[in-house]
């Protein structure tokens, strides 16, 4: 195994490389954009559409195995590549993933909880669907959505309105608001041949729907641990999945756990893994898609990780001066709000 292709330029791609690197595996990666931050650390880069079969099938011909970084890679495409080279996780996940309907109605088959949630075509399928599972929820767009983009609150039916104008006609799901205690997500991995690593919960905190902080352990007691890792290991089995997933829970009072999300990739709320275990959330993804034994998911020290978003890279100063601080940059140029540009880690040292 020498090369593994990459589909998408951003960060995690970025991260993915390096991780492949240190294996002695060399990255392609395959984006539309110039000049992105995985492209500047990978031995090889495409720059062309996912519709472009001449670039997809050049490039599927010039690695081993196949992967993606983010998950609005069109499920065509995997599809496409497939034929030529492996490609995980598959189309079929990524199609699953990539639609809230389709995906809450994976979990909801596989046996696992989640917020009540009714599917949105009109202003009228919103407002019946609100008087059955309201009075407050969240409205989201099917597709495309991703850090709280495309969702609007709904505190009762004077917000059904405005709510329904912001999908801009998109189809859109309306999900109860749920009253979770907190948010937790569980970092997982599948090799080919069924063996399951997962790594320990972490507890995600939320601002504007953009992650901004991960600290691990999660406040959860043993049973809710055991849970939360069942409800991952059965996910990957039910999709037959290979690769790093991130399963996105909320903790309810009463102990019991409902999925939010599940992402087929690498995750922002596994960027602690770098510090915090042997073998990151990216090297074990790069095993799995290689076909190489998966690692030792153990969490050797406790750390919370910080993403960095917008403007906070201005205390970069004080950051890179800090003991203890492991500082990740993006290789991003605009620090526009919102962006995640970087991320640091803390590891907790008694
Ligand atoms: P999402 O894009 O679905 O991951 O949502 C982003 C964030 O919005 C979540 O991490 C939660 O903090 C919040 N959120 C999303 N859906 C719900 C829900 N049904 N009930 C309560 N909070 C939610």
Request: proline content about 5%; some cysteine; glycine content about 10%.
């Amino acid at each position: 195994m020498t090369t593994i292709g990459i589909l998408g330029g951003g960060q995690l791609g970025r991260m993915l490389a390096m991780a492949a690197a240190r294996l002695g595996i060399d990255a392609h990666i395959y984006c539309p954009d110039e000049n992105s931050p995985a492209a500047r650390v990978a031995a090889r880069a495409t720059v062309a559409g996912y519709d472009d079969r001449e670039a997809l099938t050049a490039f599927a011909d010039s690695v081993d195995a196949i992967t993606t970084e983010f998950e609005n890679v069109p499920a065509e495409t995997a599809r496409f590549l497939a034929t030529r080279r492996p490609v995980h996780p598959s189309a079929d996940a990524l199609e699953i993933a990539q639609d809230r309907v389709l995906e809450k109605t994976f979990l909801n088959e596989t046996g696992i909880g989640t917020a009540p949630w009714r599917s949105v075509d009109s202003i009228d399928d919103l407002t019946a669907s609100l008087d059955e599972i309201g009075p407050r929820g969240v409205l989201k767009t099917r597709r495309l959505g991703y850090d709280g983009k495309g969702q609007a609150r709904l505190n009762g039916p004077d917000d059904i309105a405005a709510a329904f104008a912001d999908m801009a006609d998109a189809p859109a799901i309306l999900e109860g608001l749920a009253a979770f205690e907190r948010e937790i997500s569980v970092i997982a991995a599948r090799a080919e041949d069924g063996t399951v690593r997962c790594y320990d919960p972490g507890e995600n905190r939320h601002s504007d729907g953009i992650l901004r902080e991960t600290v691990v352990p999660a406040d959860i007691d043993g049973a809710t641990y055991d849970e939360a890792l069942a409800i991952a290991e059965r996910i990957v089995g039910a999709l037959e999945y290979v690769g790093v997933i991130g399963v996105e829970m909320f903790a309810m009072q009463d102990g019991t756990l409902l999925v939010n999300e599940i992402a087929p990739r690498v995750h922002n709320t596994g960027h602690w893994t770098i510090e915090g275990c042997a073998i990151s959330q990216f090297e074990q993804h790069v095993r799995a898609v290689c076909g190489l034994p998966l690692g030792d998911p153990a969490r050797h020290s406790d750390a919370v990780m910080e993403n960095l978003i917008g403007n906070d890279i201005d205390a970069l100063p004080t950051l890179l001066a800090e003991a203890g601080a492991a500082v990740h940059l993006y290789g991003k140029g605009d620090a526009r709000p919102g962006r995640k540009m970087g991320h640091v880690t803390r590891l907790v040292v008694e």
